[in-house]
């Protein structure tokens, strides 16, 4: 049961406004612009990368705005990258208990979203251990277009890939099993990690009850955490790509960084660099 405290407004919005005064467009990847009358971001560009309405930001910062949900909270977190710390203080002070597992994979680490920040230029995702799409930069999205979404209901790669067809469609049919086997034996290294648990449990029950497919494969007790592979992605705009995957992990292995690279100088770079000057109006997710 989730158990709701007295909000403080006013720690809230000093809390909110100091954090977003301490960083910097740069800290964020976003560009300074001229002239800038406000000490570090402004609201608007808290509004941006937190995904909310300016409205109800600016009434959190001038402390008359109503009590947030843990998803805004979380959402916050992530545009004021602030530490654990600082996002349990976020969490205390809007009236609710902070999250009390350590590797619920929503608040994203700092250091993964500061290096997401500067991959400008290549295709880079934020996944949790459990394969939640926590964040991913545009190139990312001109990439992936809609099949990978940061929807909270629709955000689980391994969900979507044995429930949704329409992601197969990115990649060849002959490597559809590969895959497959790929995601359940990744997951099932997670869960192991995490000694079990009620989200990871009932993450794979929801699989389970999907998809017969990944309950074969579950039941093959496969395990192995993908850090580096070879892919190819079928692109609607400029054909296949063969991309070579690294997945930087976080100490305690609870989130990756994936980042997508094609050798320099190969008809697959160059097919990357179209990506760059398509850009993402055609490919934007719907999450």
Not at 6 to 22: G, H, I, K, W
Not at 38 to 51: D, K, W
Not at 190 to 198: D, F, H, S, T
Request: aromatic share 4%.
């Amino acid at each position: 049961m989730m158990v709701i405290m007295n909000m403080d407004r006013r720690e809230l919005a000093d809390f909110l406004r100091r954090s977003r005064e301490r960083l910097r467009p740069h800290d964020v990847g976003l560009p300074a612009g001229p002239r800038r009358r406000t000490p570090g971001l402004r609201r608007e560009e808290v509004v941006q990368l937190a995904g909310m309405s300016a409205d109800y930001y600016i009434r959190l910062e001038q402390a008359r705005g109503p009590q947030p949900s843990t998803q805004m909270l979380a959402s916050l977190a992530r545009a004021l990258r602030l530490t654990d710390d600082a996002r349990d203080h976020l969490y205390l002070l809007a009236g609710h208990r902070p999250p009390a597992d350590r590797h619920a994979g929503d608040h994203i680490r700092p250091g993964l979203l500061h290096l997401l920040d500067q991959l400008k230029d290549t295709p880079a995702q934020i996944l949790s251990d459990l394969g939640d799409l926590l964040a991913q930069n545009a190139m990312a999205t001109a990439l992936f277009g809609s099949i990978c979404s940061l929807r909270e209901d629709e955000r689980n790669v391994v969900w979507r890939w044995f429930t949704d067809l329409t992601v197969r469609q990115a990649y060849p049919t002959e490597e559809h099993d590969h895959w497959s086997r790929v995601h359940v034996a990744d997951l099932r290294a997670a869960v192991a990690r995490r000694g079990g648990g009620a989200a990871p449990v009932a993450l794979v029950e929801r699989i389970r009850s999907a998809s017969e497919e990944f309950t074969c494969l579950w039941e093959l007790h496969e395990v192995a955490v993908r850090r580096t592979s070879r892919m190819r992605v079928i692109h609607p705009t400029v054909g296949p790509i063969d991309l070579d995957c690294e997945a930087l992990l976080t100490p305690t292995e609870d989130q990756r960084l994936l980042i997508f690279t094609a050798p320099p100088g190969t008809p697959d770079s160059s097919h990357l660099e179209l990506l760059r000057v398509v850009g993402t109006e055609q490919f934007a997710p719907q999450g």
